[in-house]
């Protein structure tokens, strides 16, 4: 037996520390006294080993009940008793038939083992009579399921009857110093085994009734935020009962009070209410319902009365209650007024509010900010609706930490009248002129059916931000076009660039933010006007002017996870007659393949005659070009598998024409002739090909090859403007006349239907559509035809009589109006030789 206990010891001693083998050695001894009224009960947890467990002279046991008079000594049969049990030490204390025993309630009996304990404080009295708890240090609510950072917790109850009610559980160095309570208290202090706290920290004194449930005192001597909550939470307050808190403050703090959670129950008689004193109000109590915004920037003590109603038996409904209360000093601006004039505005909402809002709200901790209606009606964040005017102050240390939010509306109701009407979309003066910082401004705009919208920017003109063209003004704008299932991230755009208007076929948002504080500089220049325009059929256009010698650069929306399937995008690029235009990929593929369908980059100039540049997504994209005339780039996409996105950049470089003619002239008069060559007799072939057999026309059925609506833009007695029409070709149209060879067949004429629904033309239309031939496919291409399942599935042939008016013909006489182009010159000649 020594031998054993000599090894265990040396095993403690290498497991554990000293304190803990010294503790193993010890026995304890409790004496109870009768009169105390105290048992203490040591139990063990289910999960300790069975070699843990206490003696008591010679026998083991898992549990010890030591009761009032009993006098034991017991030991542990293991080193680290702390793991295993604990304890609960329960007094009871009668005031009903004997002497209360007022004054500070200790922790008795000494010399308990360093077990967890709960002292448990069951104090039974008449509910004629309050008592009341006072705490020493002061104590702080924690909502349940929290935990204490000292793991030293108090629960409050109260007993009246048989009925407890959980008034709350707290910590402690809170601002609660005091609780008042009618009737019994069940009270239980929760200290872990390693605490040093010897004291209970709260004294016992009896007061005249309170007539309510219970009364929670609260000091607040500086700046702070206190959390609480109604009795039982998150459960039901009880029926009809009554209670108050009291905050106590200097008189020259203010405190501002915000219902975070709340719920009501169903009433059947009264109401659910809250009442405050507030020293100095001439109509107290001034009563709220939850539901209210709740008094703010109150000047010292006052007290808030939570009061129930008779509940509906069938369906009581919870009454609950989690509230803050922030005391702040006064601020320096809390008289100083701003003027909001939204009186004149149309459906717009301006929120102002603390940073973050509302994913974030501020840490308890933060100093807060408030925005105030009137003197007493403040919040984190106040909503202003457009029709009336403002008279608003904040509470706020710090003003920059505070954002305006704003969303105006603006959709079409009768379409005669806005389809005429140009809207502005700039921020109202009334916003900009308050010192607080602008972080959105967002129009919704709302397109009627079959219409459009169209976005411009006059006298800025807009750029759009790319990696390698970054916005670095004080705002920019964010355009998402959403339609009921999808949304396209059009892009973001700063004023200061190229771009001239966008057109777009969905609804649209149009977001300013704000960077820095130099918008409230510019603020005065802004230039965004919106109208609404015939439906378009591409998802957008963009119209586009490059200032000479400058860069633009432009990208596909969505960038960069790629356009959606199926979506067809245009760039009209204005070339002015003394300009030239470079316009250049930034890389050489469209780095796609396609699932369903086929997606192309179309190119053309918009001259008579016009060669169209085509490129399919398996085909290298265009090497950077001069172009001498406004054109058109066109983007429609396929299907793409998996993991491939359509993202393209290009840039158009617009520079005097002379110069760089010259270069051209130079490079070609040297080179240029044998490549020359080369297309011209590629291109009569295919030319004399076309024109003797019928033609097989495709339509791609997912690129819209409808014109945006673009009225006033050309000016030509002609409706050139048609002539950007993608007529997206495949090989079938080039190859067709050999797939006609190779089958023997006989087909019917064969044109290229192109659907238009557009604008018809004064003068004769231009000759039905444009030559349909790819350009580089001149030089000699050796690939196979595709077979006819291929293009099937995608494609749609139309065959219909070709029309008296003969390509031939277009083609001579738009001849004839030579051109400055070279590359077009020699082009032209070769497809009419
Ligand atoms: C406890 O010890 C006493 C004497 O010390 C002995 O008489 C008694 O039998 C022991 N009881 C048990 C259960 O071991
Ligand atoms: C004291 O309590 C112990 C343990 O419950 C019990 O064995 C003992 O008989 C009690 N003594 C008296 C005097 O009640
Ligand atoms: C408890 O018992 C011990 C010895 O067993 C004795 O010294 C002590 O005085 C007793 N205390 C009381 C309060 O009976
Ligand atoms: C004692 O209290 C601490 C802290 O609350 C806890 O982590 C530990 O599990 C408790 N021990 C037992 C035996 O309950
Ligand atoms: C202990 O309890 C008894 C019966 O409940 C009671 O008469 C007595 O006054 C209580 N003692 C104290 C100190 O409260
Ligand atoms: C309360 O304050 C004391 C002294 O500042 C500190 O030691 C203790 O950890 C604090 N307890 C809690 C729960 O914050
Ligand atoms: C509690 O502990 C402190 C030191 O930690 C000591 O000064 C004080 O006397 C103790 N109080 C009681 C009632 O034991
Ligand atoms: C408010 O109550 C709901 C429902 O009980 C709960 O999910 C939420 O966390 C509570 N919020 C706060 C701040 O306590
Ligand atoms: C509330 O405050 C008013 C005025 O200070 C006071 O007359 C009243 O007794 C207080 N009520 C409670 C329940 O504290
Ligand atoms: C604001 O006005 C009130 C009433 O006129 C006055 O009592 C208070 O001192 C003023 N506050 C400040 C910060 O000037
Ligand atoms: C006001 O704006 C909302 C969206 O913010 C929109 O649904 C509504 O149609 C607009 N009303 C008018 C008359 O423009
Ligand atoms: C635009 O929004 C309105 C109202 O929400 C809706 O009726 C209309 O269908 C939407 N238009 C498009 C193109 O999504």
Same mark, same amino acid.
């Given at each position: 037996?020594?031998?054993?206990?000599?090894?265990?010891?040396?095993?403690?001693?290498?497991?554990?520390?000293?304190?803990?083998?010294?503790?193993?050695?010890?026995?304890?001894?409790?004496?109870?006294?009768?009169?105390?009224?105290?048992?203490?009960?040591?139990?063990?947890?289910?999960?300790?080993?069975?070699?843990?467990?206490?003696?008591?002279?010679?026998?083991?046991?898992?549990?010890?009940?030591?009761?009032?008079?009993?006098?034991?000594?017991?030991?542990?049969?293991?080193?680290?008793?702390?793991?295993?049990?604990?304890?609960?030490?329960?007094?009871?204390?009668?005031?009903?038939?004997?002497?209360?025993?007022?004054?500070?309630?200790?922790?008795?009996?000494?010399?308990?083992?360093?077990?967890?304990?709960?002292?448990?404080?069951?104090?039974?009295?008449?509910? %004629?009579?309050?008592?009341?708890?006072?705490?020493?240090?002061?104590?702080?609510?924690?909502?349940?399921?929290?935990?204490?950072?000292?793991?030293?917790?108090?629960?409050?109850?109260?007993?009246?009857?048989?009925?407890?009610?959980?008034?709350?559980?707290?910590?402690?160095?809170?601002?609660?110093?005091?609780?008042?309570?009618?009737?019994?208290?069940?009270?239980?202090?929760?200290?872990?085994?390693?605490?040093?706290?010897?004291?209970?920290?709260?004294?016992?004194?009896?007061?005249?009734?309170?007539?309510?449930?219970?009364?929670?005192?609260?000091?607040?001597?500086?700046?702070?935020?206190?959390?609480?909550?109604?009795?039982?939470?998150?459960?039901?307050?009880?029926?009809?009962?009554?209670?108050?808190?009291?905050?106590?403050?200097?008189?020259?703090?203010?405190?501002?009070?915000?219902?975070?959670?709340?719920?009501?129950?169903?009433?059947?008689? %009264?109401?659910?209410?809250?009442?405050?004193?507030?020293?100095?109000?001439?109509?107290?109590?001034?009563?709220?319902?939850?539901?209210?915004?709740?008094?703010?920037?109150?000047?010292?003590?006052?007290?808030?009365?939570?009061?129930?109603?008779?509940?509906?038996?069938?369906?009581?409904?919870?009454?609950?209650?989690?509230?803050?209360?922030?005391?702040?000093?006064?601020?320096?601006?809390?008289?100083?007024?701003?003027?909001?004039?939204?009186?004149?505005?149309?459906?717009?909402?301006?929120?102002?509010?603390?940073?973050?809002?509302?994913?974030?709200?501020?840490?308890?901790?933060?100093?807060?900010?408030?925005? *105030?209606?009137?003197?007493?009606?403040?919040?984190?964040?106040?909503?202003?609706?457009?029709?009336?005017?403002?008279?608003?102050?904040?509470? *706020?240390?710090?003003?920059?930490?505070?954002?305006?939010?704003?969303?105006?509306?603006?959709?079409?109701?009768?379409?005669?009248?806005?389809?005429?009407?140009?809207?502005?979309?700039?921020?109202?003066?009334?916003?900009?002129?308050?010192?607080?910082?602008?972080?959105?401004?967002?129009?919704?705009?709302?397109?009627?059916?079959?219409?459009?919208?169209?976005?411009?920017?006059?006298?800025?003109?807009?750029?759009?931000?790319?990696?390698?063209?970054?916005?670095?003004?004080?705002?920019?704008?964010?355009?998402?076009?959403?339609?009921?299932?999808?949304?396209?991230?059009?892009?973001?755009?700063?004023?200061?660039?190229?771009?001239?208007?966008?057109?777009?076929?969905?609804?649209?948002?149009?977001?300013?933010?704000?960077?820095?504080?130099?918008?409230?500089?510019?603020?005065?220049?802004?230039?965004?006007?919106?109208?609404?325009?015939?439906?378009?059929?591409?998802? *957008?256009?963009?119209?586009?002017?490059?200032?000479?010698?400058?860069?633009?650069?432009?990208?596909?929306?969505?960038?960069?996870?790629?356009?959606?399937?199926?979506?067809?995008?245009?760039?009209?690029?204005?070339?002015?007659?003394?300009?030239?235009?470079?316009?250049?990929?930034?890389?050489?593929?469209?780095?796609?393949? *396609?699932?369903?369908?086929?997606?192309?980059?179309?190119?053309? +100039?918009?001259?008579?005659?016009?060669?169209?540049?085509?490129?399919?997504?398996?085909?290298?994209?265009?090497?950077?070009?001069?172009?001498?005339?406004?054109?058109?780039?066109?983007?429609?996409?396929?299907?793409?598998?998996?993991?491939?996105?359509?993202?393209?950049?290009?840039?158009?470089?617009?520079?005097?024409?002379?110069?760089?003619?010259?270069?051209?002239?130079?490079?070609?008069?040297?080179?240029?002739?044998?490549?020359?060559?080369?297309?011209?007799?590629?291109?009569?072939?295919?030319?004399?090909?076309?024109?003797?057999?019928?033609?097989?026309?495709?339509?791609?059925?997912?690129?819209?090859?409808?014109?945006?609506?673009?009225?006033?833009?050309?000016?030509?007695?002609?409706?050139?403007?048609?002539?950007?029409?993608?007529?997206?070709?495949?090989?079938?149209?080039?190859?067709?006349?050999?797939?006609?060879?190779?089958?023997?067949?006989?087909?019917?004429?064969?044109?290229?239907?192109?659907?238009?629904?557009?604008?018809?033309?004064?003068?004769?239309?231009?000759?039905?559509?444009?030559?349909?031939?790819?350009?580089?496919?001149?030089?000699?291409?050796?690939?196979?035809?595709?077979?006819?399942?291929?293009?099937?599935?995608?494609?749609?042939?139309?065959?219909?009589?070709?029309?008296?008016?003969?390509?031939?013909?277009?083609?001579?006489? +738009?001849?004839?109006?030579?051109?400055?182009?070279?590359?077009?010159?020699?082009?032209?000649?070769?497809?009419?030789?």
């Amino acid at each position: 037996m020594a031998a054993g206990r000599a090894l265990a010891a040396l095993l403690a001693a290498l497991l554990a520390a000293s304190a803990q083998r010294l503790q193993r050695e010890a026995s304890f001894t409790i004496s109870l006294h009768t009169m105390d009224n105290v048992t203490v009960t040591i139990k063990q947890k289910p999960s300790a080993p069975p070699s843990c467990r206490i003696r008591v002279r010679n026998v083991t046991r898992p549990e010890l009940k030591i009761k009032p008079g009993n006098n034991t000594t017991f030991t542990f049969t293991c080193s680290t008793p702390e793991k295993y049990f604990i304890m609960d030490i329960e007094k009871k204390i009668d005031c009903v038939s004997g002497p209360c025993p007022f004054g500070d309630v200790h922790l008795y009996p000494p010399g308990l083992p360093r077990l967890n304990r709960t002292f448990i404080w069951d104090v039974k009295a008449s509910t %004629k009579a309050g008592l009341e708890l006072k705490f020493t240090p002061w104590l702080k609510q924690i909502e349940p399921g929290e935990t204490c950072p000292d793991s030293l917790s108090y629960n409050i109850n109260s007993c009246i009857d048989q009925a407890t009610v959980n008034i709350g559980t707290f910590c402690r160095n809170g601002s609660v110093s005091r609780v008042k309570l009618l009737g019994g208290v069940l009270m239980a202090l929760q200290l872990p085994w390693n605490s040093p706290v010897n004291t209970s920290g709260f004294n016992i004194a009896n007061r005249a009734s309170i007539k309510r449930l219970c009364i929670i005192e609260s000091i607040l001597k500086e700046e702070s935020s206190i959390t609480l909550m109604s009795p039982n939470y998150p459960l039901g307050f009880p029926e009809d009962e009554l209670m108050t808190w009291q905050f106590v403050l200097p008189s020259n703090m203010r405190a501002s009070v915000f219902f975070h959670n709340y719920s009501l129950s169903n009433c059947e008689r %009264k109401e659910e209410r809250v009442e405050y004193y507030i020293p100095g109000s001439p109509s107290n109590p001034e009563v709220f319902k939850l539901s209210d915004s709740q008094p703010a920037n109150i000047a010292g003590s006052f007290n808030l009365s939570l009061q129930g109603c008779d509940q509906d038996a069938q369906n009581p409904g919870i009454l609950r209650l989690l509230f803050q209360v922030v005391v702040q000093h006064p601020q320096v601006d809390e008289n100083v007024t701003h003027l909001v004039d939204l009186s004149k505005e149309w459906n717009t909402t301006v929120t102002i509010h603390f940073e973050g809002w509302p994913i974030r709200t501020p840490l308890m901790s933060e100093p807060i900010c408030l925005i *105030c209606k009137d003197p007493r009606n403040c919040d984190r964040a106040l909503t202003l609706v457009s029709g009336a005017i403002y008279k608003i102050s904040f509470l *706020c240390k710090d003003l920059s930490r505070l954002r305006i939010t704003a969303e105006k509306g603006i959709s079409c109701v009768d379409l005669r009248w806005c389809q005429r009407k140009i809207y502005s979309l700039s921020v109202p003066s009334a916003i900009t002129q308050l010192p607080i910082r602008l972080h959105k401004f967002i129009w919704k705009l709302l397109a009627p059916d079959l219409n459009s919208i169209e976005i411009t920017s006059p006298s800025l003109k807009l750029q759009q931000h790319v990696p390698e063209q970054r916005c670095n003004t004080s705002y920019s704008y964010s355009i998402v076009s959403a339609t009921p299932e999808t949304e396209l991230n059009v892009g973001v755009f700063c004023p200061g660039g190229s771009i001239e208007k966008i057109q777009m076929r969905n609804n649209i948002t149009v977001s300013l933010k704000t960077f820095g504080k130099g918008f409230l500089n510019e603020s005065n220049h802004q230039d965004l006007k919106m109208s609404f325009v015939p439906h378009i059929k591409d998802e *957008c256009t963009f119209t586009v002017s490059p200032e000479p010698k400058a860069k633009a650069y432009l990208q596909t929306p969505n960038w960069p996870y790629g356009l959606p399937p199926y979506v067809s995008i245009s760039w009209y690029i204005l070339v002015p007659s003394k300009q030239v235009a470079r316009l250049g990929f930034s890389k050489d593929r469209m780095g796609i393949v *396609c699932e369903t369908g086929r997606a192309y980059v179309n190119i053309k +100039e918009e001259t008579p005659g016009a060669e169209e540049t085509v490129r399919r997504e398996d085909e290298l994209l265009p090497q950077p070009r001069s172009m001498y005339h406004n054109f058109w780039v066109n983007v429609s996409n396929c299907k793409p598998v998996e993991r491939t996105q359509l993202t393209l950049q290009f840039q158009v470089t617009s520079t005097e024409k002379q110069i760089d003619l010259g270069v051209i002239l130079a490079v070609v008069a040297g080179a240029g002739v044998l490549t020359a060559i080369g297309l011209t007799v590629c291109c009569v072939k295919k030319k004399k090909k076309k024109s003797q057999d019928p033609m097989v026309g495709v339509y791609n059925p997912n690129v819209n090859t409808q014109m945006p609506g673009k009225q006033g833009l050309f000016t030509k007695g002609r409706k050139t403007n048609e002539s950007h029409v993608y007529a997206v070709i495949d090989d079938a149209m080039v190859y067709g006349h050999l797939l006609k060879e190779s089958n023997g067949l006989v087909s019917p004429e064969v044109d290229v239907y192109r659907p238009f629904d557009g604008p018809v033309g004064s003068l004769p239309p231009s000759p039905p559509p444009f030559s349909f031939r790819k350009d580089i496919k001149c030089s000699p291409n050796t690939e196979d035809p595709p077979a006819l399942t291929d293009m099937d599935h995608d494609t749609y042939t139309f065959a219909h009589q070709k029309s008296g008016q003969s390509e031939d013909s277009g083609d001579t006489s +738009e001849e004839k109006n030579t051109s400055t182009s070279l590359l077009e010159d020699k082009e032209q000649d070769g497809s009419v030789e």
